[in-house]
């Protein structure tokens, strides 16, 4: 294996290439059934490289796994730096999330495979922390429409259980029955639910 030193000088964007491979190929293959071999095949680099950057497929999972709350924080702040309604800014949550798993299909197909298909012999992971933090964002946009009088009083924890429960159906119904797939489901169900919530809200 080559020294560290030997291994320094590599493309851009090495690193950002074998998370993206591997994620495509763990999300289609399974954890346990992909080789490092395969890996590198794919991405185009020699196993050193790997191992320079992750020390080993185990590490390379859990650094998939890190860019993926990576990418959600990043949705998480884009969220709050734009005002608006409760409603309006929902659905920029929505939006910001249905783009960033158009541009890392891979990282999302792994990470909703890991969390909702059989067992695949990966190393376990705080998998609910995705949950909880996109829950707690939402809850935190509700309770400030409650402080604001945009809400009607309602239980926040329900009113942000209802959000994430029309987002992820239907995420995971488009995921399932491609043929049924429409982006803008989630919106128009979002509005019927904000009728019901809101004040005056249109």
Not at 4 to 15: D, F, H, N, V
Not at 119 to 140: I, L, N, S, T
Request: aromatic share 10%; net charge neutral.
């Amino acid at each position: 294996m080559k020294m560290k030193s030997e291994i320094k000088p590599l493309e851009a964007g090495t690193r950002e290439r074998l998370l993206e491979t591997a994620s495509q190929l763990f999300a289609s293959k399974g954890y346990a059934s992909t080789s490092v071999r395969e890996i590198v095949a794919r991405a185009g680099v020699s196993k050193p490289v790997l191992y320079y950057h992750f020390q080993s497929k185990e590490g390379l999972y859990y650094a998939i796994l890190e860019w993926g709350a990576e990418v959600q924080k990043k949705i998480i702040d884009d969220v709050f730096e734009v005002s608006g309604t409760v409603q309006s800014r929902i659905n920029f949550l929505y939006r910001r999330i249905y783009e960033e798993i158009q541009e890392y299909q891979g990282l999302y197909a792994m990470i909703h495979g890991l969390i909702y298909g059989p067992p695949q012999g990966a190393p376990a992971y705080d998998f609910p922390k995705y949950h909880r933090q996109m829950f707690e964002a939402v809850k935190r946009i509700c309770v400030e429409g409650l402080s604001s009088g945009e809400l009607k009083k309602a239980d926040t924890d329900e009113v942000a259980f209802l959000v994430l429960s029309l987002i992820d159906s239907s995420l995971n119904l488009a995921k399932i029955l491609p043929e049924l797939a429409d982006p803008k489901r989630p919106e128009r169900l979002l509005r019927l639910a904000f009728q019901g919530l809101g004040q005056g809200m249109k």
